[in-house]
């Protein structure tokens, strides 16, 4: 291996300053409008949007609504459009943009305010409609004794598309959401692929095909594959949507 | 004023909370799980390498039950943990690991054949036994004598979190997202819910419920520096505190991981060194073999946190402009081990540190990561002071694992604690007796009180920033209670926190946003947060000895004799700038494992006037007991399964030991 080193510096040059354009909206503040609010900040090393959103929110401005979590990349919290891309804002370093970094909050989603929109509601509606669940055999399991047994492949492979952080990158991606605004985009199609796959759930293709043979489900996806572009867990949601509507329209034609 | 009306009321959304709803939810109750975030965005997500549960499955686990996992807890927590605790835990986490791959969490299975590992910088081939294939996988972690850590990759947390959270929703358990709990309702013996604000309008109301749960996780955000999500700021215990009533236990007993990320704070997980990685200095020695040659990489967290700063103070940490750090060298896994079982690591290293860890060594040094401490209960959860007030997880101190937690047991105990409170919960609920007689009045005055508190925030004369008064406090923690701590230093911490407790009275906030208004959540939190960083450091002050991850340089060896007990702070005075301290003795009489020699870390101590006795005792009883089963001179020694919900009682089968 190479000698360790750490992440190369550019010790010698004087601090950029960034501009920081967010589109800022608060919908309980009756009569006013959606606009573009700019924030200047000096650059530090290895900033993050999670660091200069923070600077900012304790410096500049207190009322400035976003949402962070866990700042890690993996709870899904911070999505967001940069620079007309949606992406995770807490693991994006501000060094690979120019000076001018632009903010909007993602669409589709309910707004809350400024960058914070409702993912969660979304997310608890379409788990509830697609029943992102293992259906189980009614009698349960006899906790005192071994586990079943799964094939460790099978295993790997489900946990694949269990990698889903519901950050809503997707739903902000997709094309056919704009025009249907009941599709249940990718990261719901990722979950009935995530449990069909799954030997636990007793559902067959004919249950699938209940929740997701229609122009809501599969069968509305428009193939733009803006979706997997922007998954930050690089999921194969292209692929898996393609897989599903094969097996789905198996399903339909035999009926 | 709106008032929700439910049986039972979760303050937290992570994996103990949902699992105490799902178990009441399960006997026929109403149960409302609150969480600052959606459910799935908790803290809970973050765990990463595994979940210790002796299942025995893989090759270096056989040999490896409840006994086994039960003295390696016991010696993590440096003898700090309630030993019936432990037994009840460790009796049930192999049930937990089990429930939850029928829910769906794909678990790392065993494949049979062999299969090269990283043991000590060797490689090293192992041959999986063909009756485990397709069993739940365990790897290696610090402070366990068999590999016990079930895993799902490095994502454990995240799918297991999704596995609850999908199984909450099959439950029908109603998730009441962006909401906050402010105070809990109350009278001084009896808790009835909690006032609530909503993060979305802002709105303040009452939630009514026989019972209240809280699983709020920890309070890393006391600290600059911590692997802790930005929500970890501990107001689930806070606010049990502020009750005057309900006590928190050894809140002075904060675990530092030693493998942050450098400077972030961001964690890579303990299954880095599990699986064979190595610390490095800054010339490229691997240090740990000098410092603790039993077990090295894999001793207790505190101990090799401790080591690494020991070794930094030497001048042989590697420098940076950030300051000093140490390294955590992966690249000997494999770029194929990393990818199967170090993803989520990989994904940080690379937009983190811009870096291959196939190909680079990772800067690392110990953050803040775990709060031993929490709202003191009893075994069944609930708190002995405050009747149908529980609490479970991170945000407990029931207590398993006093002054240290062993990697993996904490996201295991999130799960155990949810199944057995959930069941006692539903059997309070169950009982007549607990019925709730309350007075609207009551709830108004507290609600009333909490909405009077908010105004005086906007209303106040006072000049004083919330977002300065909380950097001040974690710069305070993070540099004088820390990993090394002395009288002197945690003084000034105890000092400066008070004054700052008392600017904060006289916190500012200038924005009127409608709606959950950031400026005032922080201006709110932090009163709250130095109440609890006052009981951190005020703890640490008086504990003259050293235990676990409480390290004292001026005291620093474990003092049974006088410290072998668990401290209890309250806060009667709600203008008063220390909590009052009291002390819950460990009977060493009642011990399964008297306090000894850990394994690892110092040899030095002072024994307790009982543990010798103790220990002959137990001798005796083991002699006189030739010939009999384990459980049967398990019960002996220390019987505890009367303490489990009848459903959880019962041995756990394995491979190598089947029911009968």
Redesign the interface.
């Known amino acids: ?2 000698e ?6 550019n ?1 010698h040059e004087p601090p950029r300053r960034l501009h920081i354009n967010v589109l800022r909206f ?1 919908p ?2 009756a009569g006013t409008e959606p606009r573009v609010q700019t924030y200047e900040i000096e650059e530090a ?2 900033m ?1 949007l999670f660091l200069a959103l923070s600077e900012i ?3 500049q401005d ?4 976003f ?11 911070c999505a967001m459009v940069i620079n007309g891309r949606p992406g995770l804002a807490c ?1 994006t ?1 501000t060094t690979q943009f120019g000076s001018e970094i632009t903010l909007a909050p993602l669409p589709v989603f309910e707004l ?2 400024d960058l914070s929109v ?4 979304w ?2 509606a379409m ?2 409609r697609l ?4 259906h ?1 055999n009614e009698a ?2 006899d ?10 492949a099978l ?2 492979e ?2 694949e598309l ?2 889903c ?2 950050c809503g990158c997707c739903v902000g991606a997709c094309g056919t959401l704009r025009m249907r605004p009941g599709f249940v985009g990718a990261v719901g199609l990722n979950k009935i692929a995530r ?1 069909r796959l ?1 030997p ?2 007793n559902r067959s293709d004919d249950d699938y095909y209940e929740l997701v043979g229609d122009d809501e489900g599969v069968f509305g996806c428009m193939s733009l594959v803006g979706c997997q572009d922007v998954c930050p867990k690089n999921l194969p949601l292209a692929t898996q949507i393609a897989f599903l509507r094969r097996k789905m329209l198996a399903n339909g034609l035999k009926r | 004023m709106k008032i929700v009306y439910t049986d039972v009321l979760v303050i937290g959304g992570g994996l103990a909370g949902q699992r105490v709803a799902i178990g009441a939810r399960r006997r026929g109750f109403d149960a409302t799980v609150i969480s600052l975030v959606p459910a799935k965005r908790s803290h809970s997500a973050a765990a990463q390498g595994g979940m210790q549960a002796s299942l025995a499955n893989v090759l270096k686990a056989q040999g490896d039950s409840e006994d086994v996992h039960f003295e390696d807890t016991v010696r993590g927590s440096d003898w700090g943990a309630d030993q019936e605790v432990v037994r009840m835990f460790v009796n049930t986490a192999p049930k937990a690991v089990r429930e939850l791959a029928a829910w769906g969490v794909p678990w790392s299975r065993v494949r049979k054949g062999d299969r090269e590992v990283i043991i000590n910088g060797q490689r090293v081939t192992l041959t999986e036994r063909d009756e485990a294939h397709g069993l739940i996988m365990q790897r290696d972690f610090g402070g366990t004598k068999k590999w016990r850590a079930c895993y799902v990759s490095d994502g454990t947390g995240h799918a297991l979190l999704y596995a609850m959270s999908d199984r909450a929703i099959a439950s029908g358990v109603p998730v009441h997202e962006r909401a906050e709990a402010l105070a809990l309702i109350h009278d001084g013996g009896r808790c009835y819910g909690a006032v609530v604000r909503d993060l979305i309008t802002g709105e303040l109301m009452a939630y009514v419920a026989k019972a209240t749960a809280i699983a709020t996780g920890g309070a890393g955000r006391l600290y600059r520096v911590t692997t802790n999500a930005v929500i970890c700021e501990g107001i689930g215990t806070a606010i049990a505190l502020e009750t005057g009533v309900a006590a928190v236990g050894n809140m002075e007993a904060v675990q530092f991981h030693p493998t942050g990320i450098f400077p972030a704070g961001i964690l890579v997980t303990e299954g880095c060194r599990g699986d064979g990685g190595l610390l490095k200095d800054g010339e490229g020695h691997r240090f740990m073999p000098d410092y603790e040659p039993e077990k090295k990489e894999l001793a207790s967290r505190d101990v090799v946190s401790r080591r690494m700063e020991e070794h930094i103070r030497k001048g042989k940490g590697a420098k940076s402009r950030f300051g000093d750090h140490l390294w955590l060298d992966i690249t000997l896994l494999g770029r194929a081990h990393i990818d199967r079982n170090l993803r989520e690591v990989k994904e940080i290293c690379a937009y983190f540190l811009g870096i291959d860890p196939a190909e680079q060594w990772i800067a690392v040094r110990p953050a803040q990561h775990y709060t031993m401490g929490g709202v003191r209960t009893t075994p069944s959860g609930q708190s002995p002071a405050l009747m149908g007030l529980f609490a479970a997880g991170e945000a407990a101190c029931w207590d398993m694992h006093g002054f240290n937690r062993l990697g993996g047991n904490s996201v295991a105990e999130t799960v155990v604690a949810g199944m057995i409170v959930g069941e006692n919960i539903a059997d309070f609920c169950a009982d007549p007796a607990n019925d709730i007689d309350f007075s609207t009045g009551l709830v108004r005055d507290f609600v009333e009180r909490e909405q009077g508190k908010l105004d005086a925030l906007f209303a106040s004369g006072g000049t004083e920033d919330a977002s300065a008064i909380r950097a001040e406090m974690q710069d305070l923690m993070t540099d004088k209670v820390g990993i090394f701590r002395t009288g002197r230093e945690l003084e000034e911490a105890v000092d400066a926190l008070q004054k700052l407790l008392v600017r904060s009275r006289s916190i500012r906030v200038r924005g009127h946003a409608l709606g959950a208004n950031p400026e005032l959540v922080t201006a709110y939190r932090v009163q709250k947060m130095l109440k609890l960083a006052l009981c951190v450091a005020y703890g640490a002050l008086v504990r003259t000895e050293s235990r676990g991850a409480h390290f004292r340089e001026d005291y620093p060896r474990r003092n049974d004799q006088e410290w072998l007990k668990r401290t209890l702070a309250t806060w009667p005075d709600e203008r008063g700038t220390l909590p009052t301290l009291g002390y819950e003795p460990l009977d060493v009489m009642r011990m399964e494992l008297p306090p000894g020699w850990r394994g690892y870390g110092a040899k030095d101590y002072i024994d307790h006037p009982d543990t010798a006795r103790r220990a002959s005792e137990l001798e005796a009883l083991k002699g006189r007991m030739a010939g009999a089963d384990r459980f049967t001179v398990q019960n002996a020694l220390m019987p505890y399964e009367h303490l489990l919900p009848v459903s959880l009682r019962g041995h756990n089968e394995r491979m190598d030991e089947r029911l009968t």
Request: aromatic fraction near 6%.
């Open positions: 291996m190479s360790p080193q750490t992440v190369a510096p010790d608060n309980r503040e090393h290895g993050t929110r304790e410096k207190p009322s400035l609504q949402d962070f979590v866990c700042r890690a990349g993996i709870c899904g919290s693991r370093l809350i305010g409702n993912t969660g509601k997310m608890r788990s509830e029943e992102t669940w293992v189980m349960g399991v906790l005192h004794k071994m586990e079943e047994r799964m094939d460790p295993a790997e489900v946990y269990d990698r952080i519901e449990f799954d636990r759930d």
